[in-house]
């Protein structure tokens, strides 16, 4: 792109009278460059079976393009009509526990239904033939949020049973990773294959859930494969993630059969706004294809299916937010959505323009914005973080850990949010990296939560980024389980064990939180662990911390060993939100990883890169409602947004909810 795209979702179709005109004009006075159409609305693209109308959608386009208004149109496919309900009751989602959604929720259809497809490939061929060579319309969003669903039809029951045939080949294969001998629950025959209801066994579990994310991955590949028969070479096929990480998502994969991603993240306002909320979701969506991306939704004003959270932003986060998005790496921001509901759940949804559809606080805030942008956009678009850190995030495991918890309060995700929140607030930034990831060797660190399901290979791996002179931080559970959910029968931590330069036999619950001996990490108070910890019996490995208790305080809590010209940090036991940061910076300061970013302001973020000029570009947001001033430390350049020039060392001064964006020259 040649600079950034901003704007909304807009539905002509959900106004409460005409006023495509009056709106099209406020975007235009706004500076409003692109929107997003179609994909909430199939019952009026096709009112009844297999007649199809556009003069309702064409008037849009062209008054969009006139107007100089870019436009990604969404298939329809995530929210059925009416009548097609009427027709086809079977094609509706029964779930796990036996139990149907009916008609009135969105996606309650079921991916696999032939029926559903053949519906949903006729209205695709349609849409998608009817504008691929109009010249307002820039690319095309598959579907909308898709989930898996949760389906457990006849069909996807009698799926899972082929799949399992394409994976294990025979029975005897399936009875011994999973060892269905226990319990006499031994298969003989594939016709044996019981359905998924009421299963405990964790293998099985986490088979299911791979193959659940493979219909909603299958699934968008086809609709991306059906666009790609038509669009022109200029247009693109995305699709919009919905705030992930999400566990019954494969985004990985997903993101493979996508020219580009697109991610839906929604955060806190006022007081709770902290730039979090838009980065990590950001930061994992640039990591899937290692390029830029889009956000096609977003905060404009209050948001919630009710009333009872409505906390709409102060002056200046609705700006600073579109720069949390670009400094992660996004080229276009879009807002859900242009108006507000006046009827349906989302009614409290709000857009930038409230219910009485005129300017408000809000639009005055992107008119602002967007003008800004026709500006520093070619400057700021493309922009490409350089990191030397990475989270290694494992569905897999987040599954295995959720059918095995070890905590009421603590699991997967809670992990991989604490890791991602020391960096933040460290400013140190991350990339995300997969088990299947191969170029781990660019990172200088890599954080490991709880990589409980994991196969000897990918475990080598990273034992081999450790010899190559990596810095591994990994989490306790890490290596028990192979990739099948299986307990390795080797001695704990398995193929980690000479990287890790312990093992371990033994682990204990904690009932209550345990000190560390001697306070090691000079955090006062915040000198626990919780949760859980294992035995460690050092080998090799240094300890850096001991529990301080009569029984566990033999067993170290925290050790390091060296491998190679690399390093291994073991965590094993839940680290306070301070222990875990003063660790963090252990390792980074060892990497070198550490400078005057961390000596920032507490509310002030700082994100760093190249445009697509080449040129190093240094982002300083303020999330606060003060004034703060800080030393810039880097080279001469010029501030963006201010038009100033810089110097190094010269003190910088950010008003509250304000940002600077450094060039250096």
């Known amino acids: 792109m040649d600079t950034v795209l901003y704007g ?37 693209w096709e009112p009844e079976d297999g007649r199809f109308a556009y003069a309702w959608m064409d008037r849009v386009v062209e008054r969009m393009h006139q107007a100089g208004i870019k436009v990604i149109m969404g298939t329809p496919t995530y929210s059925i009509p009416a009548w097609m309900y009427k027709e086809h009751p079977e094609i509706v989602i029964t779930k796990l526990d036996g139990q149907t959604i009916g008609y009135g929720l969105r996606q309650n259809v079921d991916l696999l239904s032939p029926v ?21 319309v820039i690319g095309f969003q598959i579907d909308n949020e898709t989930p898996g669903g949760s389906a457990a039809n006849h069909d996807v029951q009698a799926g899972f049973v082929s799949y399992l045939q394409h994976k294990f080949k025979t029975v005897d294969e399936l009875n011994r990773e999973w060892g269905l001998n226990y319990w006499g629950q031994r298969l003989n025959d594939w016709t044996e294959v019981p359905p998924r209801e009421g299963i405990l066994n964790p293998g099985w579990k986490l088979e299911w859930e791979r193959y659940s994310q493979s219909i909603t991955t299958d699934f968008l590949a086809w609709q991306a494969t059906i666009v790609n028969q038509y669009r022109r070479p200029d247009q693109f096929v995305t699709h919009d993630l919905a705030g992930p990480p999400r566990p019954e998502i494969n985004e990985n994969d997903v993101s493979k059969n996508l020219d580009v991603v697109a991610v839906n993240p929604y955060h806190g306002t006022q007081d709770r706004f902290d730039g979090i909320g838009s980065s990590l979701p950001g930061d994992y969506t640039r990591s899937l294809k290692h390029t830029n991306y889009l956000v096609t939704e977003t905060n404009a004003q209050t948001i919630g299916w009710d ?18 998005h670009l400094s992660s790496g996004a080229n276009m921001v879009e807002y859900w959505h242009w108006h507000s509901i006046h009827y349906g759940q989302e009614t409290y949804w709000k857009g930038v323009l409230s219910h009485d559809l005129e300017p408000n606080r809000a639009y005055a805030e992107v008119s602002r914005t967007a003008h800004e942008l026709q500006r520093v956009g070619p400057r700021i678009v493309n922009f490409k973080p350089s990191n030397k850190v990475a989270i290694l995030f494992s569905n897999d495991s987040r599954h295995g850990i959720d059918f095995m918890k070890f905590s009421e309060d603590v699991d997967y995700s809670w ?16 990339d995300f990296v997969f088990p299947e990831s191969t170029e781990l ?27 190559g002179g990596g810095n591994l931080v990994m989490s306790f559970k890490s290596g028990f389980t192979n990739e099948y959910d299986t307990v390795r029968w080797s001695m704990a931590p398995g193929p980690l064990r000479q990287a890790a330069g312990f093992r371990y036999q ?27 910890a294992e035995m460690l019996i050092l080998e090799s490995a240094r300890a850096l911390a001991y529990y301080d208790h009569p029984f566990f305080g033999k067993y170290p809590a925290i050790t390091r060993n060296k491998l190679g010209s690399g390093t291994l940090t073991y965590e094993g036991t839940v680290l306070s939100d301070k222990l ?10 060892m990497a070198g990883l550490t400078g005057s970013d961390q000596q920032l302001p507490a509310p002030v973020h700082a994100k760093h890169g190249t445009n697509r000029y080449g040129h190093t570009l240094h982002y300083y947001l303020n999330y606060s409602s003060d004034t703060q001033t800080f030393q810039y430390p880097y080279r001469a350049g010029e501030d963006l947004l201010a038009q100033a020039r810089v110097t190094s060392s010269q003190t910088l001064t950010l008003k509250p909810w304000d940002l600077a964006i450094i060039e250096e020259k």
Request: charged share 25%; glycine share 6%.
């Open 580 to 589: 875990q940061d003063k660790v963090l910076l252990d390792v980074l300061q």
């Open 441 to 467: 060797t660019k990172y200088k660190v890599i954080l490991v939560p709880p990589l409980y399901v994991a196969s000897d290979d990918v475990l080598n791996r990273l034992v081999e980024y450790v010899r």
């Open 506 to 532: 033994e682990f204990s619950s904690l009932r209550t939180p345990l000190a560390l001996q001697g306070d090691p990490f000079k955090v006062g108070d915040e000198n626990k662990v919780s949760e859980w």
């Open 307 to 324: 009333s009872k959270q409505q906390y709409p932003p102060y002056d200046g986060q609705l700006r600073l937010d579109v720069y949390t």
């Open 415 to 430: 992990m991989v949010r604490q890791f991602y929140n020391t960096l933040y607030h460290e400013n140190i930034g991350v």
């Open 116 to 136: 559903y497809r053949f519906y949903c490939e006729r209205v695709i061929r349609k849409i998608v033939e009817r504008y691929k060579d109009n010249p307002a």
């Open 8 to 44: 909304a979702a807009y539905y002509t179709e959900y106004m409460p009278y005409e006023r495509l005109g009056k709106d099209v004009e406020l975007m235009q006075q706004a500076g409003i460059n692109v929107v997003r159409v179609g994909e909430s609305s199939w019952g009026l």
